[in-house]
């Protein structure tokens, strides 16, 4: 099980924070995805992990667009909004935005995550045909050097909550 998850998403909120309706909204998008009741209950299932009797460490840093489009539609959006507001007062989820006006970043190539478990760590690399698993420690130590600069351009937990809710209040 792993103990601390780590995330840089670029694109769409994280699938350990999607609510049903957002994750439906990004399956039905995806034309090759068969049974998009499957993939949302699946995702689901994975979020339990987080009410587990020793949850991981959550830290997820997202690109403000992240907050701003509107998957699913206005309704939906607003509820996973709120969703992101109520799941990042537990100690053990830390949500950061990086907000639009860092222009220039080095997170500009993709999204990424670093998973500590009990066995060490590796990396997960997003891609379009599936992605890419890394376990080579001179590729991690970039990708956290990667995370850590993302996270120094973030905005601070509080900051970033009040920024969340801005945007939430905004959709109609």
């Not at 993302?150 to 905004?170: F, Q, T, Y």
Request: with cysteine.
């Amino acid at each position: 099980m792993a103990r601390r998850v780590e995330v840089y998403q670029a694109l769409v909120v994280p699938g350990l924070l999607q609510t049903s309706d957002y994750g439906r909204a990004l399956f039905e998008a995806v034309e090759d995805v068969v049974d998009v009741d499957q993939g949302v209950a699946m995702r689901l299932e994975r979020q339990k992990i987080l009410d587990s009797e020793e949850p991981p460490q959550l830290r997820v840093l997202l690109k403000q667009s992240v907050l701003e489009d509107p998957v699913g539609g206005p309704v939906v959006m607003k509820a996973q909004l709120a969703h992101l507001l109520k799941v990042s007062t537990r100690p053990n989820v830390h949500v950061r935005v990086l907000p639009r006006s860092k222009g220039v970043h080095v997170g500009l190539d993709g999204s990424f995550m670093l998973i500590q478990g009990r066995r060490g760590e590796c990396g997960y690399i997003e891609a379009v045909d599936g992605g890419r698993l890394i376990t080579d420690p001179t590729k991690l130590s970039s990708l956290r050097v990667r995370l850590d600069r993302i996270g120094d351009d973030a905005l601070p937990r509080e900051a970033s909550r009040e920024l969340i809710l801005r945007l939430m209040e905004r959709m109609t």
